[in-house]
């Protein structure tokens, strides 16, 4: 069965401390794996988009990386700020199909 | 700055009542997705389209839910009769492309509905 699991659920830090969100997936035909970031209140933004082939993604402080044989994702968080509090989203898509295999989600909360 | 719209973005109703939400993708985006959102699920599927067709509505129960594409600019969901477990966060997301590739997906800010 396709799935994605998160970990962990929750995670509270200290404003300007890295983090790391962790993904495993079993997702097959494996195509690309895609880290959401969902505000309260507001619909998911994409952070990043991995293919097979690549194995590590960033956008400015966030940086993705892919193990495709372990089938695993992280994502990196550097120098964190109150307005990365928020969810965090794994997310994996097979080929030949559009339909997405959701994970349930890391909530970060950043304090000061 | 082109984003996906939806409306309303609050919707409280009574049971059995008809709920119709509304989508207004980003243009030129031809393939559009229905999401629904619960704590409990995530985020999961509900139906979507491309070039206006219907392509999958598996996720949606089919005696109660209906979604549909009047035209390139509008896409409806629409639940008759609502019931509690209806209560959720419904999203609409677009995104230009061809199946079978990984596409970029657009969510819009979401209608949060409220059956009692």
């Known amino acids: 069965k396709n799935q994605v699991e998160q970990s962990p659920q929750s995670l509270i830090i200290l404003e300007g401390k890295n983090c790391t969100l962790q993904?495993?997936?079993?997702?097959?035909?494996?195509?690309?794996l895609r880290w959401y970031k969902q505000d309260t209140g507001r619909g998911p933004v994409s952070l990043t988009i991995?293919?097979?082939?690549?194995n590590t993604k960033s956008n400015g402080r966030y940086t993705a990386t892919l193990d495709a044989d372990t089938k695993q994702s992280s994502l990196h968080i550097t120098a964190s700020q109150l307005s990365d509090s928020a969810s965090y989203i794994c997310?994996?898509?097979?080929?030949?199909?559009?339909?997405?295999?959701f994970g349930t989600g890391t909530r970060l909360q950043v304090f000061p | 700055d082109a984003r996906v719209t939806q409306t309303p973005r609050h919707k409280v109703t009574e049971m059995g009542q008809e709920v119709t939400m509304r989508c207004q993708p980003i243009?030129?985006?031809?393939?559009v997705f229905w999401y629904r959102q619960t704590m409990m699920q995530g985020l999961e599927l509900l139906a979507y389209?491309?070039?206006?067709?219907?392509?999958?509505d598996s996720g949606m129960p089919k005696d109660r839910f209906s979604a549909e594409m009047p035209d390139a600019t509008l896409a409806t969901l629409k639940i008759q009769p609502s019931e509690p477990r209806d209560s959720a966060v419904y999203f609409c997301?677009?995104?230009?492309?061809?199946?079978?590739?990984?596409?970029?997906?657009?969510f819009g800010p979401g209608t949060r509905l409220t059956v009692l």
């Open positions: 389209f491309r070039n206006r067709a219907p392509l999958d």
């Open positions: 993904c495993n997936y079993t997702v097959s035909p494996f195509s690309n």
């Open positions: 243009l030129g985006h031809n393939t």
């Open positions: 997310v994996v898509g097979s080929y030949n199909t559009d339909k997405l295999i």
């Open positions: 997301a677009s995104g230009l492309g061809t199946s079978g590739l990984y596409n970029e997906q657009f």
């Open positions: 991995m293919t097979f082939s690549e």
